[in-house]
């Protein structure tokens, strides 16, 4: 069984940095498009930040966080990091990653469909 675990995640004071990893267990990074999600305080809906597809030869990025954000994978230690630069307090959330075998499966605004999921890593941003 296919598992993700999130990790990276802490508190950063405004335009500082942090690396999420996302580590697949249980089956091929090499084999899965990865999205990462984020759920800030008092949303009730997860919104997509970035995403890979399994060959890297597609990403995406949400227009508001392109050139701060990076999403790269490294299929030979089966992970997906999502670098994150310049931070401000509205980054503030949970961060998920999620994976299908479908690249236009997590791209999907709100995540919908998506049925892998790791359980989140929580970026703080201090002002």
């Known amino acids: 069984q296919v598992q993700l675990v999130e990790s990276g995640g802490g508190l950063v004071q405004t335009g500082g940095s942090l690396r999420l990893s996302c580590a697949v267990s249980g089956g091929t990074v090499s084999d899965l498009s990865i999205g990462w999600y984020r759920q800030a305080p008092g949303k009730d809906r997860r919104a997509l930040v970035t995403a890979i597809s399994w060959t890297a030869g597609h990403t995406y990025y949400a227009d508001s966080l392109k050139g701060r954000f990076t999403i790269s994978r490294d299929n030979a230690k089966n992970t997906v990091s999502l670098q994150m630069n310049s931070l401000n307090p509205e980054d503030t959330a949970v961060y998920y990653c999620?994976?299908?075998?479908?690249?236009?499966?997590?791209?999907?605004?709100?995540?919908?469909?998506?049925?892998?999921w790791g359980k989140g890593t929580l970026v703080t941003v201090s002002s």
């Open positions: 999620a994976a299908d075998d479908q690249f236009g499966v997590v791209i999907r605004p709100s995540g919908d469909g998506l049925h892998l």
